[in-house]
């Protein structure tokens, strides 16, 4: 991917982008894929991150052709609304729910494909119906994973699976604990997404977290402790930027925030956001 964002070392910058924007959930960008994506980049974002609940529904042709026309490349492909809008979930009780949740995340890798593009297992994984059940979930959850992970592998598709908070999904919350899971269960081909949001509110020490992910690291999503864009809230970001730096993180970066105030003044308040957090964290500072 040719990197345009002007910032040192070789982590990539994309926005998030879905069919509509929803002031509930964290995508920066929805309407005309032409429009956002040459606004996008020229803003100095390298890519774009999809977020539908099914693949059938993106519009490839419009959305390639405006990548082409813009130097711009598909970085991922968020699956959660499959579990939001669709209820489909990894850890399904019911098997054929299961089966049709790792169907979709099968058609999502077949999508990322020729895009050499990543597939972020999230919100999909699904929540424990109580708290017997967790054993049997966590059983369920990494069978499902490796079948689509093999799957992902043969295509060249990476999968991230991501740590997210307890209000969301009520287990696998900080990224010790999933950084374990896909250790301990040797998932194939699967590394860990880690997002400061969620890290805000589980991650004692955000730094340390991303140094004991070390390689492990394959994806940042990057919104600030009140999920508006980066330098909005509380979260250090030149901290977040120089633990990045000091994993070798080289990676993508994707403003997975709220499009507020509105989507044009978060997309670039979020690039202006981590550029500044790049300047004091990533240049002059080993
Ligand atoms: C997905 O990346 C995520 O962070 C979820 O909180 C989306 O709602
Ligand atoms: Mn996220």
């Known amino acids: 991917m040719s990197i345009k964002n002007g910032l040192p070392g070789q982590m990539k910058l994309s926005a998030t982008l879905a069919a509509e924007l ?6 920066i960008m929805a309407g ?37 026309e813009n130097q711009m490349e598909i970085s991922a492909f968020a699956t959660g609304r499959a579990y939001v809008q669709d209820g489909l979930s990894l850890i399904h009780e019911d098997s054929d729910n299961r089966t049709a949740a790792i169907i ?12 050499e593009a990543t597939v972020i ?13 967790r054993g049997s979930a966590l059983e369920r959850l990494a069978h499902s994973t490796q ?6 592998q043969a295509r060249n598709v990476g999968i991230v699976f991501e740590a997210i908070n307890r ?31 969620h890290m805000n509110i589980e991650d004692a020490d955000m730094s340390k977290a991303i140094h004991d992910c070390g390689d492990l690291l394959g994806y940042v999503h990057i919104a600030d402790s009140n999920r508006h864009f980066a330098g909005t809230g509380h979260i250090n970001f030149i901290e977040i930027i120089h ?3 000091a994993v070798n993180y080289q990676g993508c970066i994707s403003a997975e925030c709220l499009p507020l105030p ?25």
Not at 104 to 115: E, G, H, I, M, Q
């Open 22 to 27: 929803n002031p509930a959930s964290p995508v």
């Open 32 to 68: 005309d894929p032409a429009e956002k994506i040459a606004q996008a980049s020229g803003l100095g974002y390298d890519s774009i991150e999809l977020h539908w609940a099914d693949p059938a529904q993106i519009p490839f042709a419009v959305i390639s052709a405006a990548c082409r």
């Open 104 to 115: 979709r995340l099968k058609d999502f890798v077949d999508a990322a494909s020729p895009y």
């Open 121 to 133: 297992i999230g919100c999909i994984r699904g929540n424990l119906p109580s708290e017997a059940a």
């Open 147 to 152: 079948i689509i992970a093999e799957y992902a």
């Open 167 to 197: 209000f969301e999904n009520n287990y696998l919350n900080t990224a010790q604990e999933t950084a374990a899971f896909i250790r301990e269960n040797n998932l194939p081909n699967t590394k860990i997404l880690l997002d400061t949001f």
């Open 243 to 245: 633990a990045l730096k």
């Open 262 to 286: 509105d989507s044009e003044a978060a997309l670039s308040g979020w690039i202006r956001g981590v550029k500044y957090a790049f300047q004091e964290g990533y240049d002059g500072k080993s």
